[in-house]
Nanobody, 132 residues
Framework: QLQLVESGGGLVQPGGSLRLSCAAS????????LGWFRQAPGKEREGVSC????????NSADSVKGRFTISRDNAKNTVYLQMNSLKPEDTGVYYC?????????????????????????WGQGTQVTVSS
């Protein structure tokens, strides 16, 4: 059974940066599509960024494009989210998630991977607070 554990959250001032990590155990991540999601108080969970199983394709929400970067290191069984130029509206609990690869095409994987319903495994979340 795949297990995911996030780390790296915290309190940061607007304009600052954080790097989230998500370490996996119980299985290797090579054949999984990975994603980062967030949930702010009173709001639904939303897709932030996701990455194909090969790492060759990514997709991100418009609100974070140019600021957030998702990456994966299969050798370390870890996925990362580098967050720059943080804004107060980025505040929320950030979750990493994994789904078994269902499409061979990395392009198709990336097109559908921002949808939460496609994911089978979730971490417990890490709090990110952007405030002065």
């Amino acid at each position: 059974q795949l297990q995911l554990v996030e780390s790296g959250g915290g309190l940061v001032q607007p304009g600052g940066s954080l790097r989230l990590s998500c370490a996996a155990s119980g299985d290797t991540l090579d054949d999984y599509v990975l994603g980062w999601f967030r949930q702010a108080p009173g709001k639904e969970r939303e897709g932030v960024s996701c990455i194909s199983s090969s790492g060759s394709k990514t997709n991100s929400a418009d609100s974070v494009k140019g600021r957030f970067t998702i990456s994966r290191d299969n050798a370390k069984n870890t996925v990362y989210l580098q967050m720059n130029s943080l804004k107060p509206e980025d505040t929320g609990v950030y979750y990493c998630a994994a789904q078994p690869r269902r499409f061979r095409s990395s392009t198709i994987q990336a097109l559908v991977c921002l949808t939460a319903s496609g994911y089978d495994y979730w971490g417990q979340g890490t709090q990110v607070t952007v405030s002065s």
